[in-house]
């Protein structure tokens, strides 16, 4: 198939392995991966000067213009997709005045407006695959909230369109600004992906680590033979600053990283809930080839199992050793999601039931604060603790996300498919997730409960 970039060139684009990988979850609708609520959203505070939304729609259409990935659609019938750059457009701005609030009030109408543009929908097949909102407290004082379809982004996408924005806004408006990096285009990482997979090394590695190994699954509150609508909702709460620090210190111990103490906790939760030992647990990796596309917007993210034997564990610190171990094995043998699945064809088998599903586990950390040349900053907006009955798609069961947030507290996140949870089911897990950190943190020596 033939596409037309930004010259007017025709070239031939191939899916990316990500992209086939979440071809295979596609039954269509609002929720699937093409469908209009498979969406990222992030907001950011700007202060330290008025924004001009003329001179901001021009700022993104350069970012635009950059990033092919903001413009290229999923083409074709779905045993023959490709991907079609199109040529850069106008991304939609939405403007708005916020009523007046004292500053006290202004982080909570920021998180309410966040939580309303996340109830919207942005299309899969109309470029750009980017939606902008700009809200006003003040002259000096703003909310800027992105949208972009997740065939465009993943989260780290999100931080260099940002980055992006702000430096082309900067130029437009006089000032001198770095010359942004390059930024290979997704097109390029496609061809790189393919040359990843061919790892004989990692494959051999992933048929050995999941030889005879199912993915722990989690049983639902509804079954799929009901047939319900599919929605997905997001429950939010907080562990204390104290139990992250507690969480941070065990890690440093241990040379672990506050990534692998969460993922050792929330493995501790999916054995209370299966009883499970053998646990086989998915995340996501950035899917960067170890730097080389930190700069590139699209989606590469890399879903990947960790497999982690918690039989004999007699300590919370047992615990994350073997978690450490786990994740250290795995994220060095990282290759495409669709490779390593044709190793282990057996491993979904339990969540394709129908009562039960997979949750999987995310820990991004944040880089909140924008670098932006000129007078404007531009903060991210972490602290959301309002839980949402109508949030951004999961392809399937739930997605668990933990972030520190600046204050020192971390932030948790649950979206989960409303058709398959209720919601005190979620609250429950929640309460358990944290109860088991605030125990993990506090007694590293103390029994994991495993035995």
Partial sequence: ????????????????????????????????????????????????????????????????????????????????????????????????????????SRA????????????????????????????????RDAVLILMAHHIS????????????????????????VPDLPASPQYREYGVWERTAAESAAARE????????????????????????????????????????????????SNRATRFMAIAAVYQLLLHRLTGVTDVVMATFTPGRGGGLFDETVGSLYNFIPLRTDLAGCKTYEDVLQRTRRTCLEAFAHDIPSIQIFTEAPQLMGPVMTDNATAMVLQSVPLNPIVDAPGDLRFVQITRLLKSQELASAVPDGALWDINKDPSGDAIG??????????????????????????????????SAGLL
């Fill in 108 to 139: 909570e109408l920021a998180e309410a407006l966040i939580h309303e543009i996340e109830t919207e929908t942005i299309s899969a097949y109309e470029a750009p695959f980017l939606r902008a909102t700009l809200a006003r407290f003040d002259e």
């Fill in 205 to 252: 590695y992933w048929q050995r680590q999941l030889d005879g190994a199912l993915f722990t699954a989690i049983p639902t509150d509804l079954p799929r033979s009901l047939g319900l609508a599919e929605s997905t909702a997001r429950h939010r709460f907080l562990i204390p600053g104290d139990v992250v620090s507690a969480i941070d210190r065990m890690a440093r």
């Fill in 413 to 446: 996140s649950v979206a989960y498919k409303r058709n398959l949870f209720r919601e005190d089911t979620i609250v429950s897990m929640a309460a358990e997730f944290g109860e088991i950190a605030r125990l993990f943190s506090s007694s590293p020596g103390a």
């Fill in 153 to 176: 982004v993943d989260g780290q996408s999100l931080t260099v369109i940002i980055r992006d924005l702000a430096n082309r806004y900067a130029a437009r408006i006089g000032h001198s």
């Fill in 1 to 104: 198939m033939t596409t037309t970039d930004a010259e007017g060139q025709a070239v031939t684009v191939p899916l990316s392995l990500n992209q086939e990988f979440n071809s295979l979850f596609d039954g269509g609708g609002d929720d699937g991966p093409f469908g209009c609520r498979n969406h990222a959203v992030s907001g950011w505070r700007i202060t330290g000067g008025p924004v001009d939304s003329d001179v901001l729609r021009d700022a993104l259409l350069d970012v635009v213009t950059r990033h092919e990935a903001l413009r290229t659609r999923i083409a074709g019938p779905p045993h023959d997709r490709y991907q079609e750059i199109l040529p850069p457009s106008p991304v939609r701005l939405d403007v708005r005045d916020f009523p007046a609030a004292p500053e006290a």
